[in-house]
């Protein structure tokens, strides 16, 4: 965590991504990296243009590192989706030369999903939603883990932080 925070450039913005198969969800951080609000959701083509877009969204928010949530198993293993994640991320590095991070992201989409549900969103509304909501998820969980770090918690495995 501490490797990913100095190599990011300090004072720029993260952006977290839940990579899914149809779409890109992305959120964004704020430049002091307490708070991750909802960016977009991208409509995934083919990869160069969903590269291209999401360069694009760096550049433009001076953001300085990237917080890809990883698809694991319930069990923690690595799965095909965790797989494919980390080659869009291998393929991604020679467009966009930024530091990535892999945070857990189990059941981040459940867990948007039903905060919808109880706020009464309709069925539309959510799925207009969720993927970037689930980004914001997940990169609040690596804020809140490098708030720990910096402050001498570790916070054990609470939130368990993968390179």
């Known amino acids: 965590m501490r490797a990913f925070a100095e190599a ?8 977290g991504v839940d990579l899914g198969t149809r779409t890109i969800g992305l959120a964004l951080s704020d430049v002091q990296r ?5 960016l977009e959701t991208i409509r995934r083509v083919k990869f160069t243009p969903d590269a291209q877009r999401l360069r694009d ?11 890809f949530g990883l698809p694991l198993n319930m069990d923690g293993s ?13 393929n991604l590095k020679p467009i966009l030369d930024l530091p990535v991070l892999f945070q857990d992201e189990r059941l981040s989409t459940a867990v948007v999903t039903r905060a919808l549900i ?46």
Request: hydrophobic letters at 40%; charged letters at 25%; a positive charge.
């Open 8 to 15: 990011s450039r300090g004072g720029a913005r993260l952006i």
């Open 34 to 38: 307490r708070i991750a609000s909802p």
């Open 57 to 67: 969204l760096c550049l433009k928010h001076a953001v300085g590192g990237l917080v």
């Open 78 to 90: 690595e799965g095909p989706r965790a797989q494919s994640t980390r080659a869009f991320v291998r």
């Open 118 to 163: 109880e706020a009464d969103a309709s069925r539309a509304r959510r799925a207009q939603l969720v993927d970037k909501l689930a980004a914001a998820y997940i990169l609040q969980g690596a804020l809140d883990m490098m708030q720990e770090s910096d402050e001498g918690d570790s916070g054990g495995d609470r939130f368990p932080v993968y390179p």
